[in-house]
T-cell receptor
Framework: AQKITQTQPGMFVQEKEAVTLDCTYD???????LFWYKQPSSGEMIFLIY??????QNATEGRYSLNFQKARKSANLVISASQLGDSAMYFC?????????????FGKGTRLSVIA | NAGVMQNPRHLVRRRGQEARLRCSPMKGHSHVYWYRQLPEEGLKFMVYLQKENIIDESGMPKERFSAEFPKEGPSILRIQQVVRGDSAAYFCASSPPWTSGYEQYFGPGTRLTVT
């Protein structure tokens, strides 16, 4: 079974600063995928970034980067140059096999508030 | 290319009534997943379906809940005799049939309120 742990219920960051949201995972699968989703107050789930367990490099998507440390089983999300629109819930998730067709396991989320 | 569509977006039901939630996957996607999000919680997997088949329903409560994905038409999540504890946001996600696709595309969710 897979498990995702997000230990920060809430985080504050000053606008234009960088922020790191923590995520640790547990799985016995040799191959897996890690995801981050953003959920603004409007409620939709927005895909941000993906990291495969065998990917050699950390994933990056614009201002988002995933700090993947396999030995520590951590997949922290780094948001650079925070904007007010980044205020939202952020969920880390994983899938047990590195393919498209298995369910996602989510953490409880971190609420990020960006301060002007 | 329209995204995943869910309707209704908001649904209010009295205790004991039935709730029917619909999900139309993205064009070309034949895999559908339903997740439930309780207030202040992450999403929890409920059921995974392909056309006319339930692949994994390990997250579905044993009673009152059922899901289908017919050959034609949307996927339906049905909750019979709703109780206050069913109040939650229900999300549908879809993915393409090939296994190299890694992303699940989420719909906007249906917010169910049981009064």
């Amino acid at each position: 079974a897979q498990k995702i742990t997000q230990t920060q219920p809430g985080m504050f960051v000053q606008e234009k600063e960088a922020v790191t949201l923590d995520c640790t995972y547990d799985t016995s699968d040799p191959s897996y995928g890690l995801f981050w989703y953003k959920q603004p107050s409007s409620g939709e789930m927005i895909f941000l970034i993906y990291q495969g367990s065998y990917d050699q490099q950390n994933a990056t998507e614009g201002r988002y980067s995933l700090n993947f440390q396999k030995a520590r089983k951590s997949a922290n999300l780094v948001i650079s140059a925070s904007q007010l629109g980044d205020s939202a819930m952020y969920f880390c998730a994983m899938r047990g096999a590195n393919s498209g067709n298995t369910p996602l396991v989510f953490g409880k989320g971190t609420r990020l508030s960006v301060i002007a | 290319n329209a995204g995943v569509m869910q309707n209704p977006r908001h649904l209010v039901r009295r205790r004991g009534q039935e709730a029917r939630l619909r999900c139309s996957p993205m064009k070309g996607h034949s895999h559908v997943y339903w997740y439930r999000q309780l207030p202040e919680e992450g999403l929890k997997f409920m059921v995974y379906l392909q056309k006319e088949n339930i692949i994994d329903e390990s997250g579905m409560p044993k009673e009152r809940f059922s899901a289908e994905f017919p050959k034609e038409g949307p996927s339906i999540l049905r909750i019979q005799q709703v109780v206050r504890g069913d109040s939650a946001a229900y999300f549908c996600a879809s993915s393409p049939p090939w296994t190299s696709g890694y992303e699940q595309y989420f719909g906007p969710g249906t917010r169910l309120t049981v009064t």
